[in-house]
């Protein structure tokens, strides 16, 4: 289950019982089944928008009601549970592992770049900054002030309001955490 299913699922259950509704309920002012809420609920079904629309109007809530990251909740991220949300064949792979949108301030990705792979990145915007953590193998980044080589074990930070490029000169795939921190 990806987080955003998490999410939903919880944040629908919570607002239900909060309500005092029944699944039978909430179908009848949502319009929406209850077999499909149920399988909302136990984080199964990954809605569409058009389900959202409906969810929202009979619960008279908002998107962020149901998507945001529940208070005290906890996640664990399997990566080999979950689909790359970029990948591009021969290259790299960049998984979602916390979008921005959970806290509004930190965004953390797994990614794997393969040998010779390049993965170019634009801005993030104004008041940004990356960490990358590196697993395996070393990481070339390329700034505006020139490239930076990050070896295994190793740490690096940089503001990311600037374009850059990752590269894999070595023979074997790498991998690494990216981390951006709004400030």
């Known amino acids: ?53 409906k969810i929202m109007s009979g619960l008279r809530v908002e998107l962020p009601d149901l998507t945001q ?8 991220v399997e990566l080999d549970k979950v ?19 959970d806290n509004r301030t930190v965004e953390i990705y797994r990614i794997e770049i393969e040998p ?4 170019e990145s634009g801005s993030h915007g104004e008041r940004t900054k990356e960490y990358i953590a590196m697993i395996r193998g070393e990481l070339s980044i390329r700034l505006e002030d020139g490239i930076h ?12 309001d600037q374009p850059h490029t990752y590269f894999n000169t070595g023979t074997e795939p790498i991998s690494f955490m990216s981390f951006f921190v709004v400030y």
């Open 1 to 53: 289950m990806d987080y955003l299913t998490h999410n939903i699922a919880i944040n629908l259950k919570r607002i239900r019982k909060a309500k005092g509704m029944s699944l039978d309920v909430v179908s009848e002012q949502t319009g929406v089944s209850k077999s499909m809420l149920a399988t909302i609920e136990k984080g199964e079904a990954n809605p569409s928008i058009g389900v959202l629309g």
């Open 69 to 76: 990251a529940p208070q005290g909740d906890s996640y664990l």
């Open 83 to 101: 689909e790359p949300t970029k990948n591009v064949a021969g290259q790299y792979k960049v998984w979602t592992c916390f979008p921005i949108a």
């Open 116 to 119: 010779g792979g390049i993965y």
């Open 149 to 160: 080589i990050v070896k295994e074990d190793n740490f690096f930070r940089f503001e990311s």
